[in-house]
């Protein structure tokens, strides 16, 4: 017979859990670090700008009257997330939430981003580098950060996807009005991204006995001061109609970070607007 599990009174909170996010100075890591923050949780907010951190760390803090810290992170270096591991083990507290939101977009050499973004003539480099980033960069957090929650015997892993890594781009919504286009979105972001769904399921499985579990949360586009037919585009391509807000995130973190989705693991949150619907 299973062991009993208990109800949790207020599933949505997050008191007394400790929540790192790296990417956290991103557009959405941003939105996911003051989510949790939110909800009651010590966030750790990680990214390679240490200093920027802190000062994020503190305006949160003031603005929510919770604890954020900020820490310096290279995900792509596993000395640089045990130095993270460390400095929370010597505040003698652990790890209960991990969202893994860092993630490089592409950028090409002036002028030529019509050129280097086909895939004809994608520059390897940037294919390495979305590998680096988004892919191996979640597998070294996990497996530095994630191994500590599994040997305490709880946590809550999500890593950032998309839709791209469900579904190929749609090209034509980065063509302009008079039919001419100067970038296509890469190879490189949906093959890491839809590496990543398939890497939490086979770490939602692996560590199930542990008591750790691991999600995906696949978000939609964000409207960010992009070019106006852009926006019109996307918005067309989606059944809500527009573009997602960046705050929108905030609620599905805090559901798969705490008790509300206890019963989830291996499991892909699509929060898309309905754009993998069509």
């Known amino acids: ?18 929540a790192v996010v790296t990417g956290a100075l991103g557009l959405i890591g941003r939105e996911l670090g ?3 923050l939110e909800a009651g949780a010590e966030v750790v907010l990680a990214d390679l700008d240490g200093d920027a951190c802190r000062r994020l760390a503190e305006e949160l803090s003031a603005r929510f009257h919770r604890t954020a810290h900020g820490h310096a992170l290279d995900v792509t270096s596993t000395e640089s997330i045990t130095a993270l591991r460390d400095s929370l083990t ?22 030529r981003g019509a050129e280097q973004s086909r895939f004809e003539s994608y520059p390897l480099a940037q294919w ?29 892993i999500i890593n950032i996807a998309s839709t791209y890594g469900l579904v190929a781009p749609d090209q034509g919504i980065y063509r302009r009005p008079d039919g001419s ?3 296509w979105k890469s190879a490189a ?34 409207e960010a001061g992009q070019e106006p037919y852009f926006v019109a585009n ?17 609620a ?22 309905g754009w993998t619907a069509w």
């Open 1 to 18: 017979m299973s062991a009993e599990i208990p109800r949790s009174s207020a599933p949505f909170s997050l008191e007394g859990r400790v």
């Open 34 to 36: 003051e989510g949790l």
């Open 90 to 111: 010597r505040r003698g507290g652990g790890i209960d939430v991990l969202v893994n939101s860092a993630a490089v977009n592409d950028v090409f050499d002036e002028g």
């Open 128 to 156: 390495q580098r979305a590998i680096d980033v988004n892919l191996t960069g979640t597998f070294l957090t996990c497996q530095v950060l994630g191994t500590e929650m599994a040997r305490r015997g709880s946590g809550s």
């Open 181 to 183: 286009q100067s970038f």
């Open 189 to 222: 972001y949906p093959a890491t991204k839809g590496a990543v769904i398939s890497f939490s399921r086979y770490l939602a499985t692996y560590w199930a006995a542990a008591g750790v579990r691991v999600n995906v949360l696949s978000p939609g586009g964000v």
């Open 234 to 250: 996307y918005s067309a391509r989606t059944p809500l109609g527009r573009m997602a807000r960046a705050h929108e995130y905030r």
């Open 252 to 273: 599905p973190v805090v559901f798969l970070a705490g008790q509300g989705s206890s019963y989830m693991t291996g499991a892909n949150l699509v929060v898309d607007g």
